[in-house]
């Protein structure tokens, strides 16, 4: 149990497009979900925390609208990095909140690649 | 201070060894603990979950929670290639805090 799945597992695109990524939890209801942001041989990097039914909360220097959040359901959230640019080229992890013991079930990730 | 403290290593052993993983914390208020491992390119996967204190086995690994010293360890027996990641500890009390991991190599 407690499996996350995220898609696409990686995508390449055009510099100015934006790219939608799904984070799905298979097997429970997650109320909570997370965005991180990981950069070669770095730790995590929390980007925002997403509550079904409401507005995302971003940490301190995370543009929230270039980096749209939706948790429209308790399966699934999507995060939108719209007009992409190379710098946001990184490691994109969502995870999902227990809903019967406090810890996160992470996503398999999804590396994006913006040329 | 940050809230909770692990050495990034790298750490290096030979197939078989025990290995001991560690964090401090500073809030003395957390509550659950977790250690997690994550293989090169892919998402954490949750490997040991512990409330409060006390040991926790499961095969090869056992979790360790030591809150009056607010230290916890991940010990890994009988050490396999397979191990060869990074460990990352986290400890939540609503919020959620995570070391920023420990790289560890098992030689065969």
């Known amino acids: 149990g407690a499996v996350v799945s995220q898609h696409p597992s990686w995508v390449i695109c055009k510099s100015g497009t934006s790219v939608k990524i799904e984070c799905r939890s298979l097997?429970?209801?997650?109320?909570?979900m997370f965005w991180y942001r990981q950069f070669p041989k770095q730790s995590l990097m929390l980007m925002a925390t997403?509550?079904?039914?409401?507005?995302?909360?971003?940490e301190q220097g995370v543009e929230k609208d270039k980096f749209l959040i939706n948790h429209a359901s308790l399966t699934l959230s999507t995060l939108t990095v719209t007009s992409a640019h190379p710098e946001d080229s990184s490691f994109y992890i969502c995870?999902?909140?227990?809903?019967?013991?406090?810890?996160?079930?992470f996503g398999p990730g999804t590396r994006l690649l913006v040329l | 201070q940050k809230e909770v403290e692990q050495d990034p290593g790298p750490l290096s052993v030979p197939e078989g060894a025990i290995v001991s993983l560690n964090c401090t914390y500073s809030?003395?208020?957390?509550?659950?603990f977790m250690w997690y491992r994550q293989y090169s390119r892919k998402g954490p996967e949750l490997l040991m979950y512990?409330?409060?204190?006390g040991n926790k086995e499961d095969g090869r690994f056992t979790a360790q929670v030591d809150k009056s010293s607010k230290y916890i360890s991940l010990f890994i027996r009988d050490s396999q290639p397979s191990d060869s990641a990074t460990y990352l500890c986290?400890?939540?009390?609503?919020?959620?805090?995570f070391g920023t991991g420990t790289s560890l190599t098992v030689i065969p």
């Open positions: 995870s999902a909140r227990g809903t019967w013991e406090e810890t996160q079930y």
């Open positions: 097997d429970f209801q997650a109320t909570t």
């Open positions: 997403s509550n079904e039914g409401s507005k995302a909360t971003y």
């Open positions: 809030n003395s208020a957390f509550q659950y």
């Open positions: 512990t409330y409060s204190s």
């Open positions: 986290a400890m939540s009390i609503g919020q959620f805090y």
